[in-house]
């Protein structure tokens, strides 16, 4: 694999986090919100995740800018770039899919909500996260550059650390006893091996 190649991997794994995201973004619109946090720390991760994982890095295929932190790309960075692309996106998808009407892009609780505990949900109190941290992950291996490829994990980390404790505040307020049960059998984004 080439580094060409590799970088065409990561904007085609953007379009398709695009492609996915989508009609759930449209359609959560119709539907009413009962509860939302929307704090400050809200406002900001959200942003930060997308700079680290689709602003800087196209701004720099785009035009080379931190071309001074590049480093030397082999194949097998590639293949496991790719590898770890498929993931993210079938994770993705799997648990868009699974939220169906229950999906908001913020800490929302929408009208008829209902707590989502099959499909990968079975596994993982997160896997929407989980998947973002494989695509932080396919992006470090994709582009060879300590600034552009690393840039998804720092996004994906702040968003991930700035949010995940509301949002299991916001469950546990909303689905109380049944929610707590959940928590104490599911991991958070990896799964519990025992």
Not at 9 to 16: D, T
Not at 109 to 131: A, N
Not at 163 to 176: I, T
């Amino acid at each position: 694999m080439t580094e060409g190649a590799a970088a065409f991997i990561w904007l085609a794994g953007l379009v398709a986090w695009f492609v996915i995201r989508l009609p759930y973004q449209r359609r959560a619109r119709r539907i009413r919100i009962v509860a939302a946090q929307r704090t400050l720390s809200e406002r900001l991760v959200l942003p930060a995740a997308g700079i680290g994982l689709s602003v800087i890095p196209a701004f720099h295929l785009a035009t080379g800018v931190f071309g001074f932190a590049d480093y030397r790309f082999r194949p097998w960075m590639g293949w496991c770039g790719l590898a770890v692309e498929v993931l993210f996106l079938a994770l993705f998808y799997a648990s868009h899919r699974q939220l169906g009407r229950n999906w908001s892009v913020t800490l929302e609780i929408r009208d008829k909500h209902r707590l989502v505990t099959d499909g990968p949900y079975r596994y993982v109190r997160h896997p929407m996260y989980s998947s973002f941290w494989l695509w932080a992950i396919a992006q470090a291996f994709l582009l060879p550059n300590w600034v552009a490829g690393l840039s998804g994990i720092a996004g994906v980390g702040l968003l991930y650390f700035g949010r995940v404790g509301a949002e299991e505040a916001l469950m546990q307020k909303s689905f109380g006893d049944e929610y707590r049960s959940y928590a104490a059998r599911t991991g958070r984004v990896v799964p519990r091996i025992f």
